[in-house]
């Protein structure tokens, strides 16, 4: 059975950081790609950021570029999404997905195409 399970949310002052986890089981990060999707209340889901397993590419939504940052770690079948230099208007529920890279990028920005789905977790930027 496949889990996705973020951590890492919280409160934070705007300018501040949080790095997001999202573990995966049930499956490898070798054969399949993890994307981060927010939604804020109110608001449609987004995209925020897609990391390819199969080349190491990675996106972002432009209102995250330069700030996020996400990565890997194939050995703790894990990937991150590093926010730095957060704003209010990053508050949301993140959640990470997990496709077949070809799938992953074929629909990007889009969430259709994902196959496995977190529960979430909280991200609230305030002073």
């Known amino acids: 059975q496949v889990h996705l399970v973020e951590s890492g949310g919280g409160l934070v002052q705007p300018g501040g950081s949080l790095r997001l986890s999202c573990a995966a089981s049930?499956?490898?990060?070798?054969?399949?790609?993890i994307a981060w999707f927010r939604k804020a209340p109110g608001e449609e889901r987004e995209a925020v950021s897609l990391?390819?397993?199969?080349?190491?590419?990675?996106y972002y939504t432009d209102s995250v570029k330069g700030r996020f940052t996400i990565s890997n770690d194939n050995a703790q079948n894990t990937v991150y999404l590093q926010m730095n230099k957060l704003k209010p208007e990053d508050t949301a529920e993140y959640y990470c997905?997990?496709?077949?890279?070809?799938?992953?990028?074929?629909?990007?920005?889009?969430?259709?195409?994902?196959?496995?789905w977190g529960k979430g977790t909280l991200v609230a930027v305030s002073s």
């Open positions: 997905a997990a496709a077949p890279p070809a799938i992953a990028a074929m629909t990007w920005p889009g969430d259709h195409g994902m196959d496995y």
């Open positions: 049930g499956l490898s990060l070798y054969y399949y790609s």
């Open positions: 990391f390819l397993s199969n080349n190491g590419s990675t």
